[in-house]
C-alpha cells in the first residue's frame, strides 16, 4: 500500500520556491533519467500540470505546494487563479471545490465573438452564464461588449472571486 508523501518527506527531498513555483531536489535521485541534486524537479504533462515523483508515486506539483507550505493536501482541488496550469507559484494557488475550480476557466476555443457568455443572436448579441445546474439568460444586446459586460456583471454576482471574464 502507497501512502501519501507527508509535509516532512517532501522538505527531505524537494526545496520549493513560493516566488517562481519551483521545486529543485535537494538529494541526488539519479534513477531512470531522473535529475539530480540542486536541479528542477518533474516535468510537464499532456494536458499541461508539472508533476513529481516522490517515492515511486506521481503527484502534481500544485498539490505539493501547498502541502509544502500549509503542512496538508487540500481538502478537495487547488485552482490556479490566472488559469496558467504550469504556474505554481504560491500566490497562484487556491484551495477550490470543484465547482468553484470549474468557474475559473478561459473563454472556449470555439467562441465566435471572442468574449464569455457572449453568442450571436439574430441581429444582436446575448449573454448567458451557467452556475449551479441554471442557466440564466441575460438579454439580447445591440453589441458583443454590452452583451459581456452584463455577463460580468452577473458572473461578479453568481461566482464572487472564481469569477473568471474570459480575458
Known amino acids: 500500500m502507497t501512502t501519501d508523501v507527508t509535509q516532512e518527506r517532501l522538505k527531505e527531498v524537494l526545496k520549493y520556491d513560493p516566488i517562481t513555483g519551483e521545486f529543485t531536489w535537494t538529494v541526488n535521485i539519479m534513477c531512470m ?4 541534486l540542486g536541479e528542477r524537479a518533474g516535468g510537464t504533462d499532456e494536458r499541461g500540470y508539472r508533476r513529481i515523483r ?20 487540500p481538502k478537495d482541488q487547488i485552482d490556479h487563479t490566472n488559469c496558467i496550469k504550469g504556474d ?35 441581429q444582436g448579441f446575448q449573454a ?15 453589441t458583443k461588449e454590452t452583451a459581456h459586460q452584463a455577463y460580468c456583471k ?3 454576482e453568481l461566482q464572487g472571486e472564481f469569477a473568471n471574464f474570459g480575458e
Request: glycine residues 10%.
Open 128 to 142: 448567458q452564464i451557467g452556475h449551479e445546474n441554471k442557466v440564466y439568460y441575460l438579454g439580447v444586446f445591440p
Open 54 to 73: 516522490i517515492d515511486g508515486k506521481l503527484y502534481k506539483e500544485h498539490r505539493l505546494a501547498w502541502l509544502y507550505m500549509v503542512g496538508t493536501f
Open 33 to 36: 533519467g531522473a535529475k539530480g
Open 88 to 122: 505554481n507559484r504560491f500566490k497562484n494557488l487556491r484551495e477550490a471545490t470543484c465547482r468553484q475550480n470549474s468557474m475559473n476557466r478561459k473563454i472556449r476555443k470555439n467562441n465566435a465573438t471572442g468574449l464569455k457568455g457572449v453568442s450571436a443572436k439574430n
Open 154 to 156: 452577473k458572473a461578479t
